[in-house]
């Protein structure tokens, strides 16, 4: 007798508009990379301002405050844009923060060099983003969480496409670990002095060691969806022929021990998406400078 496919019940935390949740959350966390370097940006003005600001004349004190007033703003646009889950405004205020550091950098004085790095070391991170964006889009554009394949290839096509997300997953993971060691990289390629170098790196980590802890999680959820999605092409490979789609588009298994091991990775999906949603509120009140709760 056939067992009909009957996805566990949904975290609470997750909206119930649909079983296959995990297509919306992953692509509201493309861009926490950027959020994250934009927390750093944010922590090296704040303190800069209070080191530099008399050392400056006149009219760079009025533009650095005007250039610190603009980032502080940009933060709370960003902020508000990863609670809403909106990709393009969070990537979009990451874009202008950049634009600040560049205007901050052209004013020259003590700052230039700093700026200037945190420009092309939050470059290289919008670059990096887009990449796992890309690899996010071909996610959806396969519905690779519908499990709609009709043939092997298809189920091999879907395979490589998760491969090449866990792997753009994995390369956010190790640029957020290296980034003291990239934007030491990009002060040394101004030339910047052992005491600017240090002074950069120190404030930058102000804002941007607060976020670590939420984006380990959210890269440690993703790697969960990719695994959980790479066992189950393999489970449906396996078991090829012994499950069907009615005319309704549920899945049919013919025996219950393929049922539960679908099941269970299903739920690994589910409870990463929602504990994915969870990190990205957290991450919006740090990114706006409030105290996030706890995980």
Known sequence: MDSSFVPPPLPP????????????????VAFLVVAMAAAGVGGYF??????TMQKLREERIQAAKDIEKSTQEERQKMAESLKNGDNQGAMASGE?????????????????ESAQALSNFMRRM????????????????????????KDRDGLEEDRKIVQEFEAENAKLQKRMDSADVELGAELDKLHASPKIK??????????????V??????????KTLGDAALATIDLLEAS??????????????????????????????????????QAQNELAKVVSGGAAGGS
């Open 213 to 222: 802890p939420y984006q380990r999680r959210v890269r440690a959820c993703d």
């Open 240 to 277: 090829w022929g012994k499950w069907r789609r009615d005319a309704s588009g549920k899945l049919i298994f013919q025996d219950t021990a393929t049922l539960a091991k679908f099941n269970e990775q299903v739920k690994k999906i589910q409870d990463a998406g929602a504990e994915q949603a």
């Open 198 to 211: 240090a002074s950069t790196i120190a404030d930058f980590k102000v804002g941007f060691d607060r976020t």
């Open 46 to 51: 704040l303190v800069k301002r209070v080191q």
């Open 13 to 28: 935390q997750v909206p119930r508009k649909s079983s296959k949740v995990t297509t919306i959350v992953i692509v509201v």
């Open 126 to 149: 919008q670059s990096q983003t887009a990449e796992y964006q890309s690899s996010v889009q071909k996610l959806q554009a396969a519905r690779v969480f519908y499990w709609e394949v």
């Open 96 to 112: 202008r923060l950049r634009a600040q550091l560049d205007k901050a950098a052209n004013l020259g004085g003590l700052n230039a």
